[in-house]
């Protein structure tokens, strides 16, 4: 059977569309149903691809006819392969290209090429007690995978922030309907003010360039196929100098002011954000005059060598890239009180050690004065003489005389207490009445006068 003959089906498509919608009008047509996976497929080229078509029907079948053909855009349809009742008849150009897979109507197609993408379309035919058809169409595409990108930066030398521009270009070797995305650390980056992009999206520009732009950058090139990502690259950015501060290993900081012991080493560090490094220089001011005394990030200074109490510094920090300069002033006062070892005492001094200490301090006072008044010595004497019964004296009565003398007779006893005012103590004594001397000085000395009566000069009386 020649060509001619297998193409004259396909000449009365329009026929046979007429006789599927009257069929469908009768609720014939819906026996017979086309699926495919999607109505899109990508191919890789110089890879087989696999067009999956599945049909079913619920009616009596005499014959099944598969057709498929192939079409590109604004261009007649050619006709690839088809069969009836499984006998596979294709077109001899097309025959080692083409293969039908039953029981189905897939089309397998290998090798797969460029010239190969376009739309392909089966029909099915089926004959029974009439005739019903269904067709499906499917769009490959054919794509070569993309090839690992590079990124390529200008000026590769690097660029000062805020003066100069910096363009990233992703390239890619082999590839088909590449698309590009640019990543910054990590994550797709947008246009905006600094960033620009080209049409196809391969091209960054950055103007202007600021600090904030140093990163890891990457480019994606994808496909339908096919997704590389390039190797990470780090634009150099010249910046700075930033935040210049001055720390040193010893003495107290307040704000700009470092208060150090006489005798003490000092070291001091200078230290600034900045690429490339800066260069440092160290600045002292004395008798209203300035003069370098040292190039570096470090300065030592020995306070026993130091003149003055107190002396001024500057740090100068330069970037010989960016031609931008910072500087900072710090006081060194030198004094011998010791201030920075009270301040760390006083800081390892916690506070449950200065409750406790201070409590221990009440407790032990209370109890020397409860002491001191428990046990003061009059005292003592006082409990002593008032615990004696009262049938073994009484007390005397005033130096100021009586009118009957016997009432004076007796022994007396004279207690001394100790002064406050330090005059020693006289010793317990008796002495009669008549030796009592009066004019005696009392103001020195406190006395306790006891008289004791005989019992026999009361049995006599």
């Not at 569309?17 to 191919?43: E, K, M």
């Not at 054919?142 to 590079?150: E, L, R, W």
């Not at 090139?221 to 190797?231: C, D, Q, R």
Request: proline residues 6%; glycine residues 6%; aromatic residues 10%.
């Amino acid at each position: 059977m020649g060509q001619d003959a297998f193409m004259e089906p396909f000449s009365n498509t329009f026929c046979d569309l007429q006789c599927n919608i009257y069929f469908l009008l009768l609720g014939i047509c819906s026996a017979l149903r086309l699926t495919v996976p999607s109505h899109t497929i990508h191919g890789i080229e110089g890879q087989p691809l696999h067009l999956t078509v599945d049909y079913n029907f619920n009616t009596t079948a005499s014959e099944i006819q598969i057709i498929w053909l192939f079409e590109k855009p604004q261009s007649i349809p050619k006709y690839l392969l088809g069969s009836v009742n499984q006998s596979v008849v294709p077109d001899l150009e097309y025959k080692h290209k083409f293969t039908l897979i039953p029981p189905n109507a897939s089309l397998m197609i290998n090798p797969l090429h460029v010239t190969d993408e376009g739309n392909y379309i089966v029909k099915v035919n089926v004959h029974g007690s009439g005739t019903i058809s269904a067709n499906q169409k499917i769009q490959v595409t054919v794509d070569v995978p993309v090839t690992k990108p590079a990124v390529q930066i200008e000026p590769s030398s690097g660029v000062v922030e805020y003066v100069g521009n910096m363009t990233l270009t992703c390239t890619v070797g082999k590839g088909t309907r590449i698309g590009y995305q640019w990543m910054k650390n990590g994550k797709p980056m947008h246009a905006s003010s600094s960033y620009t992009f080209s049409p196809n999206n391969d091209t960054l520009l950055i103007v202007p360039v600021m600090k904030e732009d140093i990163g890891n950058y990457s480019c994606f090139a994808t496909n339908p196929v096919s997704a590389m990502e390039s190797e990470i690259i780090a634009p150099t950015i010249f910046y700075g100098p930033y935040g210049l501060t001055v720390n040193s290993d010893k003495g107290l900081k307040v704000g700009e002011v470092f208060t150090v012991d006489i005798g003490e080493a000092i070291l001091f560090d200078c230290s600034a954000d900045s690429n490339p490094p800066n260069t440092y220089s160290w600045i002292r001011r004395a008798d209203n005059t300035t003069h370098v005394i040292k190039y570096g990030p470090h300065l030592e200074v020995l306070s026993e060598k130091v003149a003055q109490t107190t002396v001024d510094y500057m740090c100068c920090a330069y970037n010989n890239v960016t031609g931008k300069r910072d500087e900072t002033h710090f006081t060194v006062i030198i004094t011998s009180v010791g201030l920075e070892r009270l301040a760390q005492k006083g800081k390892s001094l916690s506070s449950l050690a200065v409750i406790t200490g201070i409590s221990l301090f009440l407790i032990l006072s209370m109890s020397l004065l409860f002491l001191w008044k428990r046990y003061q010595p009059h005292k003592v004497i006082q409990r002593q003489l008032q615990s004696r019964p009262g049938a073994d004296y009484r007390k005397a009565q005033t130096f100021s005389g009586h009118e009957n003398a016997t009432d004076d007779f007796g022994i007396y006893e004279f207690v001394a207490f100790p002064d406050p005012t330090g005059v020693p103590t006289v010793p317990s004594q008796s002495v009669s009445g008549s030796d009592f001397v009066q004019g005696q000085d009392l103001h020195s000395t406190v006395y306790e006068v006891i008289q004791h009566i005989p019992e026999q000069q009361e049995d006599h009386q």
